[in-house]
């Protein structure tokens, strides 16, 4: 099991950039692949983006291509979610997610991701 913790959230304006992390324990973490998802306000949880257990491949759901880079620190074993130009409708709650048993990070669908933090609010305003 990987425990996880997402912190970095906040208030910021449009244009801003952000960046999220996300601090694994467990001895799984250094091959899972880790992916990050966002619930908007009123609306169902979606897939932002993923990145290999190796780190050498990353995903992105195409709203965000271009403007979010996710990376990992093995050694720190943390998750990182940069995020740049911030939108108002990148408004949510930011979750990471585990993937212990994947083996690549094309997999978008949350049933998939057994492991989850508790989220942070990222709140973008116009």
């Known amino acids: 099991q990987v425990q996880l913790v997402e912190s970095g959230g906040g208030l910021v304006q449009a244009g801003d950039s952000l960046r999220l992390s996300c601090a694994a324990s467990?001895?799984?973490?250094?091959?899972?692949?880790m992916a990050w998802f966002r619930q908007p306000p009123g609306k169902e949880r979606e897939f932002v983006g993923s990145i290999s257990g190796s780190g050498s491949s990353t995903y992105y759901r195409g709203p965000v291509k271009g403007r979010f880079t996710i990376s990992r620190d093995s050694a720190m074993n943390t998750v990182y979610l940069q995020m740049n130009s911030l939108k108002p409708e990148d408004t949510a709650v930011y979750y990471c997610?585990?993937?212990?048993?994947?083996?690549?990070?094309?997999?978008?669908?949350?049933?998939?991701?057994?492991?989850w933090g508790q989220g942070t609010q990222v709140t973008v305003s116009s």
């Open positions: 467990g001895r799984t973490f250094s091959t899972a692949v």
């Open positions: 997610a585990a993937g212990r048993t994947l083996y690549s990070p094309y997999y978008t669908d949350e049933k998939h991701y057994h492991d």
